[in-house]
């Protein structure tokens, strides 16, 4: 498997795990496969403030992406979320 390809894979797993603990706690959850948006996931849950997720397996994130990420969740009227 090439290092591109199990990388993919690290990162396929950790968005599905994200939303799957997500889902066990009442959030309705959608996942954008293969995004190259700002956002990997959208959770949102009554009575909550929707979530907008990027799913880093490294935990980190540049400068320019973050602000994507919270441009988008401001103009959502939600809240970015780095996983």
Same mark, same amino acid.
């Given at each position: 498997? =090439?290092p %591109? /390809?199990?990388?993919?894979?690290?990162?396929?797993? %950790?968005? /599905?795990?994200t939303? +799957? +603990?997500?889902?066990?706690?009442?959030?309705?959850?959608?996942? =954008? *496969?293969?995004?190259?948006?700002?956002? $990997?996931?959208? +959770? *949102?849950?009554? =009575?909550? &403030?929707?979530?907008? &997720?990027?799913?880093?397996?490294?935990? /980190?994130? $540049?400068?320019?992406?973050?602000?994507?990420? &919270? $441009?988008?969740?401001? /103009?959502?009227?939600?809240r970015?979320?780095?996983?």
């Amino acid at each position: 498997m =090439s290092p %591109h /390809r199990n990388n993919r894979a690290r990162g396929d797993y %950790h968005e /599905r795990q994200t939303k +799957a +603990a997500l889902e066990a706690i009442g959030y309705v959850v959608t996942r =954008s *496969a293969g995004s190259l948006g700002p956002y $990997d996931l959208i +959770a *949102a849950r009554k =009575s909550s &403030i929707l979530l907008l &997720i990027s799913c880093k397996v490294s935990g /980190r994130i $540049d400068p320019g992406e973050r602000a994507s990420l &919270i $441009d988008s969740a401001e /103009r959502a009227g939600g809240r970015a979320v780095l996983a």
